[in-house]
């Protein structure tokens, strides 16, 4: 008889574990080590929280509110780990982007929101962000970083941790500075976190594909915090073999989304405010100070911390406080302000021109002076014929000093400075660097700013310079 029992347990018990694939074969990941304990986690996080909120606009509609949280208390629901003290909020700005805090404060865009298809897709950008709560990625960071700078390795405090590393919330701060092996966590953690909410996985990787395909100045934060798009179908396909076949019956569309997507498209929307306009009332009061004397704003002057910009075909670093404004065959890179009656007043221009047939020189003629090399000759010849394109729309456009001979990305380049009428009134100064790309195009590069400012933009357009990286077949 109590062999029968015995056998009998083993039986419903061995039975259990083949019916609860989910629980049993899902991939096991536990935090880094972190000298920071949850608590703390969520201490850092509420201070994050109320500086981000103190520059950020949050959407106040009581129908959206109400809706970002429901759907995000469902998901937190199944989150593991920690149980953290999740709230979840609309920023009202048309970029694309979502970001968590530690603690589990987790923002989304109202451009992200009006992005998604549906609620499936929304839900797998919040779960997303709920991995890298779950994981401590955050603190984890700063964690890190603390070592580096203090070899005491006892638990710091919050504040101490945060007055040390100069932390606040900003775009490229360390709290969201995530590594790829942190996006992959993310990703496996949101994998398992829509399946057990009823969600099928993969309109998570629908959305970040979704997102990839609208690159634009209104996408770039997204993929600063959210690298390696590529692999994320494969992780979900991944941990859903472990997992086990999706339910008969999933989540399917929500009304209420779309109710929600309707009433944020009603209201305005206000962008994130530059890097450096959060940085203090000083810096606020001194920008204030810097009006033009030809009646237009001054933007403030270029921030030291950079972002990615990764395009087709080149990628660089730009000032944190910049936009990027894509053409069909150029960029823009701008502050708030740089921008003059649709002219740039401030920031850098990035393009390609096709230059004739190498027979061709232009009257500036900068190849005849001196340079032996074939390559050297072809630019000057190719930047030679761009001058004169510049010149029918900037008749007023002199070269002050030419041929400043340098490398981009391992391939000659030449620099000269030039002077033009500034949209601002009074002249301005461009840098303008070219270099010969290996498909026969010019890439060009001019930074503009008016005279009496160009010493302070210039080490921003070198920075920009020095970090192009050209893409694939165009090296």
Not at 233 to 245: C, H, M, S, W, Y
């Amino acid at each position: 008889m109590q062999t029968r029992v015995k056998n009998g347990a083993l039986f419903i018990a061995v039975m259990c574990l083949l019916m609860l694939p989910a629980l049993a074969d899902r991939t096991v990941l536990r935090p880094a080590t972190n000298l920071f304990s949850p608590q703390q986690d969520i201490e850092m996080g509420r201070q994050l929280a109320d500086d981000a909120e103190r520059t950020l606009s949050i959407v106040d509609q009581p129908n959206s509110a109400a809706y970002i949280d429901a759907l995000g208390k469902q998901l937190s629901a199944h989150a593991p780990g920690d149980k953290f003290p999740y709230t979840f909020k609309i920023v009202n700005d048309n970029k694309i982007d979502s970001f968590a805090l530690p603690g589990g404060f987790i923002y989304v865009t109202k451009g992200l929101v009006e992005t998604a298809q549906n609620e499936q897709q929304l839900a797998g950008a919040i779960a997303h962000e709920l991995g890298h709560v779950v994981m401590r990625h955050g603190t984890a960071e700063v964690s890190q970083a603390y070592g580096q700078a203090n070899t005491n390795r006892r638990r710091p405090t919050v504040n101490d941790a945060m007055s040390r590393l100069n932390i606040r919330f900003e775009p490229d701060s360390v709290v969201m500075r995530y590594t790829r092996e942190e996006e992959r966590q993310a990703d496996v953690i949101a994998t398992q976190i829509m399946y057990d909410t009823g969600f099928d996985p993969n309109y998570m990787t629908q959305m970040f594909q979704r997102v990839s395909n609208q690159r634009s100045s209104l996408t770039s934060d997204f993929f600063n915090n959210h690298p390696d798009v590529a692999q994320r179908n494969t992780r979900v396909r991944a941990e859903l073999q472990k997992i086990g076949p999706l339910p008969q019956k999933v989540r399917g569309d929500s009304g209420d989304f779309h109710s929600v997507q309707d009433k944020l498209t009603a209201i305005a929307s206000n962008s994130f405010p530059s890097t450096d306009s959060r940085v203090s009332r000083d810096s606020r009061d001194s920008r204030d100070s810097r009006d033009s004397r030809y009646g237009v704003t001054r933007p403030d002057w270029p921030s030291n911390r950079t972002l990615a910009y990764r395009g087709r075909d080149v990628d660089f670093r730009y000032p944190d406080n910049w936009r990027v404004y894509e053409e069909s065959n150029a960029i823009s890179l701008a502050p708030d302000n740089g921008m003059v009656s649709g002219q740039l007043a401030y920031g850098m221009r990035v393009a390609t021109f096709e230059p004739q047939d190498s027979r061709y020189y232009g009257r500036n003629s900068f190849s005849t002076q001196g340079r032996s090399t074939t390559a050297t000759t072809s630019l000057s010849r190719a930047t030679d014929q761009l001058l004169d394109e510049l010149r029918q729309s900037n008749p007023g456009l002199t070269v002050v000093r030419s041929n400043d001979r340098r490398t981009i990305d391992g391939r000659p380049a030449m620099a000269l400075e030039l002077t033009n009428n500034s949209p601002v009134g009074g002249s301005e100064t461009n840098w303008l660097v070219t270099v010969l790309r290996s498909d026969g195009l010019l890439q060009y590069f001019v930074g503009v700013a008016p005279q009496q400012d160009f010493n302070r933009y210039q080490p921003a357009f070198e920075q920009i310079v020095s970090s192009v990286q050209f893409v694939g077949s165009y090296r």
